[in-house]
């Protein structure tokens, strides 16, 4: 079956439309004409799947067809195994290839010509990658002649790949070097080489993007921004999803509001200023960097590494759109503040939340609704859900609201361990705690055969709404997912449900079992 006309939807919250064309697949960015964008208006990329046809194959699409120039095989006029292309249906695990045909330059009247255009390009290729690896994965399974009458269930299995052609954009002498020290493409030819020709294309015919690397990329080093121009009409870091502002009698457009005074607003969505989603980036730079050096210290006589602060309170750190239940999904860190938490649902935009006065302009994703007049500190949810007969089995945090409150300081204290707000649509659903194994207790517990990054998780779910097994696989995926791109050296993450708590050790097992010994849980996307 053909590609049909999609939508994408990435983890800063922009959208994309994804069309088929004459010859490929057609991005289109549909923010462009809403907030400052991080993309061109729009970019070609072509996609096929090579199919290897066997003598029997050959011979008879020989008889059905006259042109035998088309099946020139080299040898001496034996017929070998031949490849041929055709267009893109369905993902195969090892066949199809990539390259971008073409894209389209905003104005430079509008935006700021991009001071890096590979990092434009990667950005554009990790878009598409992103809409690609959310396709229904192919069987892992591959024929061997080793394998041919071995059961399908017995067969080795391989990654699933694309591999990237140096054809179209691709075919500039520096972008493929580039685009792999960025880590985005790779091969598996790592020597140098012997050719002196900069310009030949030896060594970079065989990159490729494996599903298993792919989602270990932190999504930050790739989504940016473009800076608006002086003067352009696309404000560069509006909360509102608007057009240009009218021009007053004087030739001058209306001058926008103080965006600082609105975060500290005073009435029903004044909160402590939040500091933005993930991808919030006043530079309209890459948010990612990479994990520092190690050093060490001593915790209760367990050397491990010193630890990086984890995110700020209210801070948003994951997010990413589930199309199966058609909602965002966030985790951030609980705050102390007795205020609610402003609750948005296009969390990627770091919007400050509900805008007072500015109605008639926010998007449907940030209106406030009856349910925002209703909203509770981070404390009363806790306050809630720990006092459910359920949970407090469990965690044994039930009690008066001062009781949830020093758990929660507790928490926000401890240098090992970060507690988390889970949100479906900015609604919180969930506490969690992610933690570094080897200077917590269970670490001591093992014996200290613990790796210095492997990381733990304690998890609660409250509203009864978004409990089910459906559920538990995308945040429990997504949380781990978290775990793998906040530190690339975690090699593997542990929970600990209760020895009596068979319902959870059972899911949590089922979940495992398929990532035994690899670490490679990739993000639930269905």
């Known amino acids: 079956m053909a590609p049909t006309t999609s939508t994408v939807t990435l983890p800063n919250g922009h959208t994309l439309t994804v069309t088929p064309v004459f010859g490929g697949l057609q991005f289109k960015a549909n923010q462009l004409d809403l907030h400052h964008s991080s993309f061109p208006p729009g970019w070609t990329v072509v996609i096929q799947t090579e199919d290897e046809l066997d003598?029997?194959?050959?011979?008879?699409?020989?008889r059905q067809r006259s042109r035998a120039s088309l099946?020139?095989?080299?040898?001496?006029?034996?017929?070998?195994?031949?490849?041929?292309?055709?267009?893109?249906?369905?993902?195969?695990?090892?066949?199809?290839?990539?390259?971008?045909?073409s894209l389209s330059i905003p104005s430079n009247s509008d935006f700021k010509i991009p001071s890096s255009p590979t990092r434009q390009i990667a950005m554009m290729l990790w878009s598409?990658?992103?809409?690609?690896?959310?396709?229904?994965?192919?069987?892992?399974?591959?024929?061997?002649?080793?394998?041919?009458?071995?059961?399908?269930?017995?067969?080795?299995?391989?990654?699933?790949?694309?591999r990237i052609k140096r054809e179209g954009i691709f075919k500039g002498k520096n972008l493929l070097p580039k685009l792999e020290?960025?880590?985005?493409?790779?091969?598996?030819?790592?020597?140098?080489?012997?050719?002196?020709?900069i310009k030949s294309s030896a060594g970079w015919t065989e990159m490729f993007v494996s599903q298993r690397s792919f989602w270990q990329i932190d999504a930050r080093l790739?989504?940016?921004?473009?800076?608006?121009?002086?003067?352009?009409?696309?404000?560069?870091?509006?909360?509102y999803p608007s057009r240009p502002s009218s021009p007053s009698r004087e030739g001058v457009a209306s001058p926008r509001p103080d965006i600082g005074a609105l975060h500290l607003s005073e009435g029903l969505s004044a909160h402590l200023a939040s500091p933005g989603g993930p991808f919030n980036s006043g530079s309209h730079l890459p948010t990612y960097y990479p994990p520092?050096?190690?050093?060490?210290?001593?915790?209760?006589?367990?050397?491990?590494?010193?630890?990086?602060k984890p995110p700020r309170q209210g801070e948003t750190f994951y997010t990413r759109y589930i199309p199966s239940v058609g909602q965002y999904l966030s985790f951030r860190i609980p705050s102390l503040s007795e205020k609610p938490h402003p609750m948005n649902s296009h969390i990627g935009h770091g919007s400050p939340g509900y805008l007072p006065g500015h109605a008639s302009s926010a998007s449907v994703a940030t209106l406030p609704t009856m349910a925002s007049f209703e909203r509770k500190s981070d404390i009363d949810h806790l306050h809630t859900w720990m006092n459910d007969s359920r949970v407090n089995a469990a965690w044994g945090v039930a009690g008066p609201r001062n009781v949830q409150e020093d758990f929660l300081k507790a928490g926000l204290q401890s240098n090992h361990s970060m507690p988390v707000i889970g949100c479906w649509d900015g609604k919180p659903f969930g506490y969690f705690e992610i933690y570094w194994v080897k200077e917590d207790r269970l670490g001591g517990l093992l014996g200290g055969n613990v790796g210095n990054y492997t990381r733990g998780l304690h998890v609660l779910v409250g509203e009864q709404e978004f409990r089910g097994a459906h559920r538990v696989k995308i945040?429990?995926?997504?949380?781990?997912h978290y775990c793998w791109i906040a530190d690339n050296r975690t090699e593997e993450v542990m929970l600990e449900p209760r020895v009596d708590n068979e319902k959870s050790a059972s899911t949590f097992t089922k979940r495992a079992k398929s990532d035994a010994n690899e670490r490679q849980i990739y993000p639930a996307l269905d």
């Open 475 to 480: 945040w429990l995926s997504a949380l781990v």
């Open 222 to 239: 790739f989504l940016f921004s473009l800076s608006p121009v002086q003067h352009s009409p696309f404000p560069t870091a509006s909360p």
């Open 128 to 162: 598409t990658l992103y809409w690609y690896f959310h396709k229904q994965e192919p069987n892992p399974h591959t024929t061997t002649a080793e394998s041919a009458l071995t059961p399908e269930s017995g067969r080795p299995k391989a990654d699933w790949r694309i």
């Open 55 to 62: 003598k029997d194959d050959l011979e008879e699409r020989m």
């Open 292 to 308: 520092p050096p190690p050093q060490y210290t001593c915790t209760n006589h367990i050397r491990h590494p010193i630890r990086s």
């Open 181 to 197: 020290r960025m880590g985005l493409i790779s091969s598996e030819d790592s020597c140098v080489g012997t050719q002196t020709d």
């Open 71 to 101: 099946y020139d095989v080299p040898g001496e006029g034996k017929l070998k195994n031949h490849k041929i292309s055709h267009r893109f249906t369905k993902p195969t695990l090892r066949n199809d290839s990539i390259f971008l045909s």
